[in-house]
């Protein structure tokens, strides 16, 4: 993608009503734009790399059995009656296409999903099931003040699953526990990120957030370092103030925020709803269920907030908007311009995803910054300099090093980084 | 994929209450499901169908120079009392955070996109720009009676221009034409949809939109079928019942459905939001946009209502869910079920998207019905008869011959129709 013509401009200084420094960064690095408190958009660089987040998530859905759908944003009031939930969820966004407001935008899809699902679930050979979708959440969010961190309306990955019996909900449940784990190791924050008990529900004693350390969370965990887990405050007294895998009191506090959460229903939703199924012995039962979330432009948050420097963003490589940034500098000098655009052109060939800083009218300084405020992994400068000795400067993101790497080298070697 | 454990199940009778034809269709299919009026739930199968769509429209945007972006779906109150369309927007959706309504779901991004423009645009060289998205928009529709035709959520794709001038805008406006040409064209209704003239608003005499024919259309066009360009009804007295371009009143009268519109919008937008250029003299002008939508489920819904026959629908191929409905008759006979798997196997590593009906409880007479209705355009069965020898027996959807080929052939074939 040539620079000049995108629908990008980095700013230097991020508007002053924004406090968060995940917002802050991606404003300036032209990533996402501010329309009000709680509410960004995301301009072509962010929808980039929201969407290699999606499909490293859609890719391990996928893996543990998932079918995708897209469920409606708007929901009838009936089905929040049904379980109790019209008028006591909190974040909860009421709306209305007459005077009276009898919709609600979804906060999340138990009402719908539940009994949707008795059009599919109705004999024991219907079970499992496992489905997922990428949907609009709207969230009547009081505290929106930590940028994509707390959002008022967002993309989230909500996974369902229905199950013959709590054993099977319970094997379902590790399989997506481990997936998550997959994900935030994509994402490269899987060092950062701990599986954290917290309060349980109805249906169990606990449930499993995924927590990750940052001074922007507004969670306080206790971590267990030998067992790489943790506890969220909220249920410290229920456990004694202990580790609850290897019982050891050695727990180290961090502030933490909620990446992610699995969650045993059991049969919350699936009674209301009377979502039931004919066992074997022709005996009607209620299906049992799971839910499992992860917020897409939260996760995008959070690896701005702690993958970064004091001149922007670095992105780890699997979520970044490009895997190059070329740049072109003394694009006056027509021999410069001429290899920049041969490189260009050979990288694009071999599948590269190249960033190209073409710009004529940016200084030096200017492409320097700008390629370190929107942290591509690896920056590649063609200029005068490089040119007489035939290579091209080849420096990864946060790294202090460059080398300088020959021509016909050089597309092999950015493949193979 | 295999049809058992999918989360599909096809139905005889569609709601009594869904007059709609491709609603009916759809539903009975499983590819979608109602939740209320004019909102519909996209099922697995649906999704799949809806993604063809999806990727089409991406592809013809991106090859005439698009950036895709995301921009939500709260807008605020000011944005739209700067247009003058808060409060006099039919189908405008009000809501609020607090008892206040002073946020409106987005019905389209004008709004959004003009004041956000100025971010990238100052100068003459920032311009052209041209950005989409793929949306969820929210319309207070008074009659939702015709399936995905008229949904009151439903994904649009609107793509605006940014220009210097207005030639620019009429040349940009014409690449997109073509675009829309072949995107009707991809999705296989290349020849039911007709460019049609249509009232223009403030700064063209007329706007243009597609039409599509089908008796389930609310507009009336006049087609003129010598130059392949209609009129909508609504203008007929401005044009004198004479086809635009050649003249002619040989005009042939039929029902139809917009599938995509193409609009010029000026400086409506532009002057409101105060998004200026200077130019090259270091002249302040407004900046000329252009709009251009399509909507997706109604593209979707269009397709069903005018691929059928009695049986169900029938996909065009680029927008079927699956190339390859392969069904296992008789899964009893351990032989068939076997040979059936390896059919399955090769197809997938030849990389053919299948949809394997390998249902050990459902009759040869509900397999069949069951494709007729799904209507993905090969239909393969394996069974006793065609073992014996050694074929499989191929049928292309609406066809009433069926081919029987050898194993060693059937790949290839599938890949090659």
């Not at 997922?132 to 505290?143: A, D, G, P, T």
Request: hydrophobic share 35%; proline share 3%.
């Amino acid at each position: 993608m040539r620079q000049s013509g995108y629908f990008l401009r980095t700013i230097k200084e991020a508007p002053k009503d924004e406090v968060s420094l995940n917002a802050q960064l991606l404003i300036r690095g032209g990533f996402i734009d501010k329309l009000m408190a709680g509410t960004y958009s995301l301009l072509p660089l962010g929808l980039r790399v929201y969407r290699r987040i999606e499909n490293i998530i859609r890719e391990e859905m996928d893996a543990i059995g998932g079918n995708e759908l897209f469920l409606p944003s708007m929901h009838p009031k009936e089905n929040w009656e049904k379980t109790g939930r019209w008028g006591s969820f909190d974040a909860l966004i009421y709306v209305g296409l007459d005077e009276e407001k009898n919709l609600a935008l979804g906060p999340t899809h138990e009402e719908i999903i539940s009994p949707l699902a008795r059009r599919i679930i109705s004999s024991y050979k219907d079970l499992p099931q496992y489905v997922y979708q990428f949907q609009n959440k709207f969230r009547k969010e009081k505290r929106a003040k930590s940028g994509l961190m707390r959002m008022r309306e967002f993309i989230m990955k909500d996974l369902y699953s229905f199950h013959h019996n709590q054993e099977e909900l319970d094997a379902y449940y590790e399989a997506v526990r481990k997936a998550y784990e997959r994900i935030f190791e994509r994402c490269g924050i899987g060092g950062e990120t701990y599986l954290t008990y917290a309060s349980g529900g109805a249906f169990s004693r606990y449930s499993h957030e995924f927590q990750t350390l940052t001074e922007a969370g507004e969670d306080m965990i206790y971590i267990c370092d030998k067992c790489r887990v943790a506890i969220n405050r909220e249920i410290i007294s229920d456990l004694e103030y202990k580790c609850p895998e290897c019982g050891s009191s050695e727990l180290r506090e961090d502030k933490a925020v909620e990446t992610g959460n699995i969650f045993k229903l059991g049969t919350r939703f699936s009674e209301p709803f009377e979502l039931n199924f004919q066992d074997k012995d022709g005996e009607k039962k209620s299906v049992i269920m799971g839910c499992y979330g992860i917020g897409l432009q939260r996760l995008m948050g959070v690896i701005a907030e702690i993958k970064n420097d004091q001149r922007g963003i670095i992105w780890p490589l699997e979520v970044s908007p490009f895997r190059v940034h070329l740049v072109s500098l003394g694009v006056k000098n027509e021999e410069v311009s001429r290899k920049t655009d041969d490189v260009y052109a050979d990288l694009i060939k071999a599948g590269v995803e190249v960033l190209y800083d073409d710009r004529v009218d940016a200084t030096v300084g200017e492409k320097f910054a700008d390629s370190d405020l929107i942290g591509i992994p690896y920056r590649v400068v063609v200029s005068d300099k490089t040119l007489k000795e035939n290579k091209a400067e080849v420096k990864r993101r946060g790294s202090e090093q460059a080398e300088l790497v020959s021509w016909h080298e050089l597309t092999n070697m950015i493949i193979s980084l």
